[in-house]
């Protein structure tokens, strides 16, 4: 069972608009929620991530919201870039501290 | 820093051959992980380690064997490769303070089992 989803594999966006990616999870246990950006040929490497006992994080031109009603996150990206074009992972923590990672949203930020 | 490096980054194996993918973090980490990502999939876990000594499965354990000596280093072993196996491999590791929860990955590891 996949417990964290990305239900877009691809999205495309104009440089300078909002890019906004998401994901639903479905284990209430998750204590920490992470956004990996992932360039080919390299590992992923770590963007933003949230505690589930907030709502909101900001870091820069990335915020990360999450919606635990919903078991919904979403990364939203303030101006785009064309840098910003890979493949973006939402990943999930449990009390465990096993990682449990989506199947990846690619993103293109078109100049 | 290196961080977190993986060895070999690419092997093509033969069915039934047997191999270990090297991993080794200089962080002092407590947490280490192997993942495996197939085209078109998420990062899946094999197994992890919270400590030197101690290894747990995770979601996808089947065909791999790993072992946790020292603080550094992680190897996870293919005992029988199959074809089922081709993937590209990536070692994880997190320290155990932070407010983050933030893995740092290696470069990555292609292994093609033909």
């Known amino acids: 069972d996949q417990q964290v989803k990305q239900n877009s594999p691809s999205l495309s966006v104009q440089e300078g608009r909002i890019s906004i990616l998401n994901c639903d999870y479905t284990?209430?246990?998750?204590?920490?929620f992470l956004w990996y950006k992932k360039y080919p040929a390299e590992g992923p490497t770590f963007l933003i991530s949230?505690?589930?006992?907030?709502d909101k994080n900001e870091d820069g031109r990335f915020t990360v919201f999450l919606n635990k009603s919903a078991k919904h996150l979403s990364l939203h990206i303030v101006p785009s870039q064309p840098g910003d074009s890979a493949v973006y992972f939402c990943a999930a923590r449990n009390t465990g501290n096993q990682f449990y990672f989506g199947t990846g949203t690619s993103l293109t930020v078109i100049p | 820093n290196a961080g977190v490096t993986q060895t070999p980054k690419f092997r093509i194996l033969k069915i039934g051959q047997s191999m270990t993918l090297q991993c080794t973090q200089d962080m002092n980490h407590n947490y280490m992980y192997w993942y495996r990502q197939d085209p078109g999939m998420g990062l899946k876990l094999i197994y992890y380690?919270?400590?030197?000594?101690?290894?747990d499965k995770g979601e996808v354990p089947n065909g791999y064997n790993v072992s946790r000596s020292t603080t550094e280093d992680f190897p996870l072993r293919l005992e029988l490769a199959a074809p089922s196996q081709t993937s590209v491999y990536f070692c994880?590791?997190?320290?155990?303070?932070?407010?983050?929860?933030?893995?740092?990955f290696g470069e990555g590891s292609r292994l093609t089992v033909l």
């Open positions: 380690s919270v400590g030197a000594g101690i290894t």
């Open positions: 994880a590791s997190r320290g155990r303070g932070g407010n983050t929860g933030e893995l740092f």
């Open positions: 949230i505690s589930s006992i907030k």
């Open positions: 284990n209430s246990m998750f204590d920490y």
